[in-house]
């Protein structure tokens, strides 16, 4: 390398930068500021959660905390029910919204004629956009009677109703997110397969499928997200007992997640009061499971992009 | 005694909706020859070849007329079966195309989704497919590594080869070393002479000196119609149409 080089190189730069030098700067020191603050506000949310929640520590013992019993008037403030309840939707609504959004994007990427697949689309995004207390309402007024007359139960507001609707929250995302990861698997990898004397059944899930699948892996987690997150719905329909689910029949009574009971208790409940606390507790517990599952996610994507793109270089 | 042709087409049309892209083409494809197909671009070439295989069914509004026979049988009839004509006409792509998976499941694809083989004999069959497209030498050892760590030229092979593993009569080129260097074309080339032994090839080129080189029969096509078609060494030494000399001269296209 000449040196005589690098100091031309050197000057040309500094010399356009100078040039550029007001908007550069103040473009650049907006973004900074938006960038930084996304993660400022994380860390206070968590400082403040953190600063409420843990006296719960010094005010109830852990084993209490994991009790069976969360009843706060008479002061029993055991939370696995409540965790149980969450995690008993959670998983419902995942097992509903990921076979049957991943299949409704096979659908419309791969299988409607143009015609639908341009009507279906949108329609799906409107149903994305559909607020969570109208479902609720919904599932109040035709799901949970309707539950309740074809299963014989006595109340149709059961963990099942709150599973079904949340899985229609979950399945807008599934589909769209889904949709766009096939849309882009090149043409070339299905025509190569159809030309080799696969059926179009063979090509979409030996082929088209497994290209996407780290677009469809995003779908299925952003959904999963969206129902974990999820309070509103959840609240009007699963009947709020803060029952401990206990084998599969636990799937057609009431009970009650983490979101609902903060809703639900924290307009009423004493400022700085033990029960204030534990609810704080419950919210920073919820706040680390879903940081556990989104860095889960991206851990697993990252990875999966990082080998395509070792791949395609 | 007369060869039977392989591809009997008679009469062949063919629109996308508006655009007539063939017109009134004619050929007779005999066995285990390299039929070469050469003319300017956008004359219609690959719309032919896709004919012979029914790719074309994939691309909406489109319309064929004429007949296609594959050994005395009309591969459009209505109860013709597309998929085992994909498997007995398979195509090669202009650009490399394999899937984004390993070699080896690469070549086994065909013969997972026909369900035939399994277990030992598909690892056999992969083999004798990959030495069939003259590939197994540089892969033996990376089976498990993903095809598209290969290089362009061995991804065509292996395209080839993926072809093999299916067992089909005929095989389709559209370009196939249009995407390659010199010596990867080079063993394309003779990697065709060697498949000629057993399957009939048909072949799409722009290069003169491949269609000179490795076929056996010319056509050349001209806006859409098959000019002239004969054997290449009449082609290229005494062509009976003008265009044709014009073309192959290089005063045009
Ligand atoms: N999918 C398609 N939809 C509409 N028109 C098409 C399509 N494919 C090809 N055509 C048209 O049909 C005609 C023939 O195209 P074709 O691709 O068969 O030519 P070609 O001889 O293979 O050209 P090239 O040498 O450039 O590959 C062209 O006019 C082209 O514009
Ligand atoms: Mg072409």
């Not at chain 1, 059961?158 to 599934?174: D, E, K, N, R, S």
């Not at chain 2, 017109?23 to 197909?37: G, W, Y």
Request: with cysteine.
């Amino acid at each position: 390398m000449n040196p005589e080089d690098g100091t031309r190189v050197m000057t040309t730069t500094t010399r356009k930068s100078t040039h550029r030098k007001p908007l550069e700067i103040l473009l650049e020191a907006l973004v900074r500021v938006a960038g930084y603050s996304a993660v400022v506000f994380v860390a206070l949310i968590f400082i403040f959660l953190m600063r409420e929640a843990l006296p719960t520590f010094n005010e109830i013992s852990i084993s209490e905390l994991f009790s069976r019993r969360w009843y706060p008037i008479e002061d029993y403030f055991g939370t696995l029910p409540l965790l149980t309840g969450s995690l008993v939707i959670t998983l419902g609504a995942a097992l509903i919204a990921v076979p049957f959004g991943l299949m409704t994007a096979v659908y419309i990427s791969e299988i409607a004629p143009r015609w639908l697949r341009e009507f279906l689309k949108p329609l799906v995004e409107v149903l994305g956009g559909i607020p969570s207390v109208v479902l609720g309402f919904l599932g109040i007024l035709v799901l949970a009677p309707l539950v309740r007359e074809i299963l014989h139960i006595p109340t149709g507001l059961t963990a099942f109703t709150g599973a079904v609707l949340l899985a229609g929250m979950a399945i807008p995302t599934i589909v769209s997110v889904a949709e766009d990861a096939l849309d882009t698997v090149p043409k070339s990898y299905r025509d190569a397969a159809l030309a080799l004397g696969a059926t179009r059944w063979q090509t979409i899930w030996r082929i088209t499928v497994p290209a996407a699948r780290s677009g469809v892996l995003t779908a299925t987690m952003l959904g999963i997200g969206r129902a974990i997150g999820e309070t509103m719905t959840v609240m009007m329909v699963t009947g709020n007992a803060p029952q401990i689910a206990s084998g599969l029949s636990a799937i057609f009574m009431p009970l009650r997640t983490m979101t609902a009971t903060i809703a639900a208790e924290m307009g009423e409940v004493a400022n700085g009061s033990v029960h204030y606390h534990a609810l704080f507790y419950i919210g920073l517990a919820l706040f680390l499971i879903s940081l556990t599952v989104n860095l889960t996610a991206s851990a697993v994507l990252f990875r999966a992009r990082r080998r395509s793109e070792r791949l395609l270089s | 005694m007369t060869l039977q042709p392989t591809f009997q087409i008679e009469m062949l049309n063919f629109h996308y909706g508006a655009t007539q892209a063939l017109h009134n083409v004619s050929i007779d494809i005999m066995p285990r020859e390299i039929t070469a197909l050469i003319g300017p671009s956008g004359c219609g070439k690959s719309t032919f070849l896709r004919c012979l295989n029914r790719m074309n069914d994939t691309i909406p509004d489109t319309e064929i007329s004429g007949r296609i026979r594959l050994e005395g049988r009309d591969i459009y009839a209505p109860d013709a079966d597309t998929t085992e004509l994909r498997q007995r006409v398979g195509l090669v792509f202009q650009r490399p195309n394999p899937f984004p998976q390993s070699i080896f499941d690469n070549v086994a694809f065909g013969p997972r989704v026909l369900g035939t083989v399994s277990g030992r004999n598909l690892q056999e069959l992969v083999e004798d497919s990959l030495r069939g497209a003259a590939l197994w030498d540089e892969v033996a050892t990376t089976l498990t590594s993903p095809a598209l760590s290969l290089s362009l030229g061995q991804q065509q092979r292996l395209c080839i080869a993926r072809l093999l593993a299916v067992k089909p009569d005929v095989i389709l080129m559209d370009e196939p070393c249009s995407a390659l260097d010199p010596i990867a074309t080079t063993k394309v080339e003779e990697l065709m002479r060697q498949l000629k032994e057993q399957y009939t090839i048909v072949v799409v080129t722009h290069s003169m000196q491949q269609a000179a080189r490795v076929s056996d029969k010319t056509g050349f096509f001209w806006l859409g119609e098959l000019v002239e078609f004969d054997e290449t060494n009449t082609i290229f030494t005494r062509p009976t149409v003008q265009r044709t000399e014009e073309y192959i001269t290089g005063r045009f296209g």
